[in-house]
């Protein structure tokens, strides 16, 4: 499966963004989906990851309750709506797709999209 994420830019502190990431190739239902970030100088981290039907999601700590995963299989597309953004939000976005049930640890991911930049001032 192929990933193509888009939706990253610069946004004011408190502000909102949408990511997403359109997959192509095999069954996009067949797959968990996730978001991971890096930020300059750190290691990439965990987001949030969606089960195959969108029946389970999965938060890091510090997006619980501002960020938002969600996944149209119709459209073979997943979603982060990023609210109550923060400085420390500042990385690039990568999704990154599974073929077995959603885990939080990049190593378990299979594809993986080119990433894309959120920038959030203060």
């Known amino acids: 499966v192929q990933l193509q994420a888009s939706g990253g830019g610069l946004v004011q502190a408190g502000g909102s963004l949408r990511l997403s990431c359109a997959a192509s190739?095999?069954?996009?239902?067949?797959?968990?989906m996730a978001w991971f970030r890096q930020a300059p100088g750190k290691e990439r981290e965990f987001v949030a990851a969606?089960?195959?039907?969108?029946?389970?999601?999965l938060y890091e700590d510090s997006v619980k309750g501002r960020f938002t995963i969600s996944r149209d299989n119709a459209e073979n597309t997943v979603y982060l709506q990023m609210n109550s953004l923060k400085p420390e939000d500042t990385a690039v976005y990568y999704c990154?797709?599974?073929?077995?049930?959603?885990?939080?640890?990049?190593?378990?991911?299979?594809?993986w999209g080119q990433g894309t930049l959120v920038t959030v001032s203060s």
């Open positions: 990154a797709a599974r073929s077995t049930g959603k885990s939080s640890y990049s190593q378990n991911y299979e594809y």
């Open positions: 190739g095999r069954t996009f239902s067949s797959y968990s």
């Open positions: 969606i089960s195959y039907m969108g029946s389970s999601v």
